[in-house]
């Protein structure tokens, strides 16, 4: 079973310019889960989809960040504009359902903000 | 304000001796609980887990213990093995309105297995 798919893997750019990352979850899975970590620190939630709905979005920086799931299948996640303290590893996640349901993690894309 | 934590940030056990993982937290409300292995360069894997009517599941090598009276939970690995040298971090979630729930983790902690 193929896991949870996350491009690019490496993204550097500078401030103030716009990034957006990509991530296609396991086949049947209707949750979608977008976490940002900082170095040092675990996984945070930004963004949960059921299907092509948000869940909860109550950590998500609505200001510059956005992140949409159409169809309900693939998922991306946007900066614009991205900011020095944007730098982290943006994990993508997916489970059966909402509750009690192990979340499945892709290899997550690293961001530099320079 | 950390609902999850983790505050030993490493540990270095010998191969074959017992590993025992701490994680404390501080919503009563959290009523599941994970563990997550996570390798440099992957994202985390599901370990075990718990729900809050037990204190205790076990699974191969690996052992979760949940005392909620003092809102600890620990991760217990024996024997253990180089292969578990890795970034583990805690987790805990609660049900929320919607009957969804939003997973908390720890900052994590790295455990070194030496040969």
């Known amino acids: 079973e193929a896991g949870v798919a996350q491009s690019p893997r490496y993204k550097i750019i500078e401030k103030r310019q716009s990034v957006a990352f990509w991530c296609n979850p396991i086949?049947?899975?209707?949750?979608l889960y977008w976490y940002q970590q900082i170095l040092g620190q675990g996984p945070k939630l930004l963004i949960q989809?059921?299907?092509?709905?948000?869940?909860?979005d109550s950590q998500l920086p609505k200001d510059r960040f956005s992140a949409e799931r159409l169809k309900g299948v693939d998922s991306t996640l946007k900066i614009q504009p991205a900011k020095l303290e944007d730098s982290a590893v943006y994990l993508c996640?997916?489970?059966?359902?909402?509750?009690?349901?192990?979340?499945?993690f892709g290899a997550g894309t690293r961001l530099s903000v320079l | 304000d950390q609902q999850v934590k983790q505050n030993s940030p490493s540990l270095s056990v010998q191969e074959g001796r017992i590993s025992i993982l701490n994680c404390d937290y501080t919503?009563?409300?959290?009523?599941?609980f994970l563990w997550y292995k996570k390798y440099p360069a992957e994202g985390p894997t599901f370990l075990i887990s718990?729900?809050?009517?037990?204190d205790k599941n076990e699974d191969g090598r690996f052992t979760v213990f949940l005392n909620k009276s003092a809102k600890h939970l620990s991760l217990h690995i024996v024997p253990s093995q180089p292969g578990d040298s890795a970034v583990y971090f805690c987790?805990?979630?609660?049900?929320?309105?919607?009957?969804?729930?939003?997973?908390?983790f720890g900052k994590g902690m790295k455990l070194t297995v030496n040969p």
């Open positions: 718990i729900s809050s009517i037990k």
């Open positions: 919503n009563s409300m959290f009523d599941y």
């Open positions: 987790a805990a979630s609660a049900m929320e309105q919607g009957g969804s729930e939003k997973l908390v």
């Open positions: 086949s049947g899975h209707a949750t």
């Open positions: 996640a997916s489970s059966l359902g909402l509750a009690k349901n192990i979340q499945y």
């Open positions: 989809f059921q299907n092509n709905g948000v869940v909860d």
